[in-house]
Nanobody, 125 residues
Framework: QVQLVESGGGLVQAGGSLRLSCAAS????????MGWFRQAPGKEREFVAA???????FYADSVKGRFTISRDNAKNTVYLQMSSLKPEDTAIYYC???????????????????WGQGTQVTVSS
C-alpha cells in the first residue's frame, strides 16, 4: 500500500521558515516526479513546486526565490524548504507523486496519482 506522509507544518511568524517533509512508503519513487500543492480556505488547490526524477525543479511564481524543493531518493523523501514566509502562504500543504516512472513533472494536480493527507502551515502577520 502506497503512502505519502507529510510532516513539518506548524505556526510561524511572517518572515520565518519551515521545512516540510514527505516520506513515501510502499514503493520507491526515485524514478518518479513529485510535487507540492497547497489549498487555502475557500480557494482551489494550487501548484507550489515539483521535482523531476533527476532533480530538475519547477516553482509557482508566487514562491520562486523563497521555496526550495529537494529529494533524497535513499530515504524516499521529498522536502520543501520554505523561507521568507508570508501570511498568504497559509494553507494545507499536500505532497503528491506521479505513478508512472519517468513521467515528466506536472503543475496540474490531475497529473498526480498519489497524495498525502496534508500538513497545515499557518503564517501569522
Amino acid at each position: 500500500q502506497v503512502q505519502l506522509v507529510e510532516s513539518g507544518g506548524g505556526l510561524v511568524q511572517a518572515g520565518g521558515s519551515l521545512r516540510l517533509s514527505c516520506a513515501a512508503s510502499g514503493r520507491s519513487f526515485s524514478m518518479n516526479a513529485m510535487g507540492w500543492f497547497r489549498q487555502a480556505p475557500g480557494k482551489e488547490r494550487e501548484f507550489v513546486a515539483a521535482i523531476s526524477r533527476n532533480s530538475v525543479t519547477f516553482y509557482a511564481d508566487s514562491v520562486k526565490g523563497r521555496f526550495t524543493i529537494s529529494r533524497d531518493n535513499a530515504k524516499n523523501t521529498v522536502y520543501l524548504q520554505m523561507s521568507s514566509l508570508k501570511p498568504e502562504d497559509t494553507a494545507i500543504y499536500y505532497c503528491a507523486a506521479r505513478a508512472a516512472r519517468y513521467a515528466s513533472v506536472a503543475s496540474s494536480d490531475v497529473g498526480y496519482e498519489y497524495w498525502g493527507q496534508g500538513t497545515q502551515v499557518t503564517v501569522s502577520s
